[in-house]
């Protein structure tokens, strides 16, 4: 058995082909641990490769699921309402004022999806941040949508 310091260029030629930039040094200990549990597991018998076929394709394999796993958590990593209000900007001061004014009329969780709305997320997204069922999240919509309009009407 090889030492795991001998794969160090294969991970890295590994990071390269997947165009890994940032965070090297996690990818790096991600390949070592592949290169450790694949020549644990690794059975000549069954195997139809060699060794370090078998290795390639095992850090391969963990480095995807790690860009995989770092995709998601991106994907729907929730962020204060402070956050969110602090990256609202409106060239258009008149716009602010309204969107104050109009915030005063929702309850607290009608203020999170508004202005999750108003960020863009989608309906189903921002089920998942606060918790909710899809359903949920459309009566919270309707309320809001319901309020606005009383509010904007008087």
């Keep these: 058995m090889k030492d795991i310091k001998t794969y160090e260029p294969m991970i890295m030629s590994i990071i390269k082909k997947l165009g890994i930039m940032y965070h090297i040094d996690e990818y790096m200990q991600i390949g070592r641990i592949a290169v450790y549990n694949a020549q644990t597991t690794f059975n000549k018998e ?6 370090d076929q078998f290795i390639y394709t095992r850090i391969y394999q963990r480095m995807i699921d790690a860009i995989r796993k770092e995709s998601n958590y991106q994907n729907y990593h ?3 309402e402070d956050e969110l ?7 258009d001061y008149y716009d602010d004022l309204l969107f104050e004014d109009l915030k005063k009329h ?5 203020q999170y999806v508004f202005t999750y709305l108003l960020h863009g997320y989608k309906l189903s997204e921002i089920a ?14 309707m309320s809001i949508r319901n309020k606005l309009k009383q509010t904007l009407q008087t």
């Excluded at 069954?46 to 060794?51: D, E, Y």
């Excluded at 209000?85 to 060239?91: C, F, Q, V």
């Design 106 to 110: 929702l309850n607290e969780r009608e």
């Design 46 to 51: 069954k195997a139809n490769c060699t060794l």
């Design 128 to 141: 998942i941040m606060l918790g909710v069922s899809n359903s949920t999240a459309k009566n919270i919509r």
């Design 85 to 91: 209000m602090e990256t609202y900007s409106s060239s």
């Design 78 to 80: 929730t962020t204060t």
